[in-house]
């Protein structure tokens, strides 16, 4: 099992990237996906999140309004767009899937934001936005 995420680059403050995230070895189709991300030096912090069915996305205060999380189940594939990117979102953007499938832990809000609900993680991809 494989996510292989790409898309980052370096861009100047203000730009739009897309990030995807490619999953092989397995459908993540019935489960839910996110992207994290880690600055040097810190440690690695909830950015976006979406249920299995596309129906509900999460988001961390930083990001609400910039950034959008979608899938194509069809393509196996996650994306994360991202606008108005400032200095500080620079980072380290990882792609994560969960295992679990579990319609109950699936209502807990809560279980989208840690990191430990996730079971198979991408390699990173780095963004860089200079001011």
């Known amino acids: 099992v494989q996510l292989q995420a790409s898309g980052g680059g370096l861009v100047q403050a203000g730009d739009s990237l897309r990030l995807s995230c490619a999953a092989s070895?397995?459908?993540?189709?019935?489960?839910?996906m996110g992207w994290f991300r880690q600055a040097p030096g810190k440690e690695r912090d909830f950015v976006a999140a979406?249920?299995?069915?596309?129906?509900?996305?999460y988001y961390a205060d930083s990001v609400k309004g910039r950034f959008t999380i979608s899938r194509d189940s069809a393509k196996n594939t996650l994306y994360l767009q991202m606008n108005s990117l400032q200095p500080e979102d620079t980072a380290v953007y990882y792609c994560?899937?969960?295992?679990?499938?579990?319609?109950?832990?699936?209502?807990?809000?809560?279980?989208?934001?840690?990191?430990?609900?996730?079971?198979?993680w991408g390699q990173g991809t780095q963004v860089t936005v200079s001011s």
């Open positions: 994560a899937a969960d295992a679990t499938n579990s319609a109950r832990r699936y209502q807990d809000e809560n279980y989208y934001y840690s990191a430990r609900s996730y079971d198979f």
């Open positions: 979406i249920s299995w069915s596309g129906a509900f996305t």
């Open positions: 070895g397995r459908t993540f189709s019935r489960n839910a």
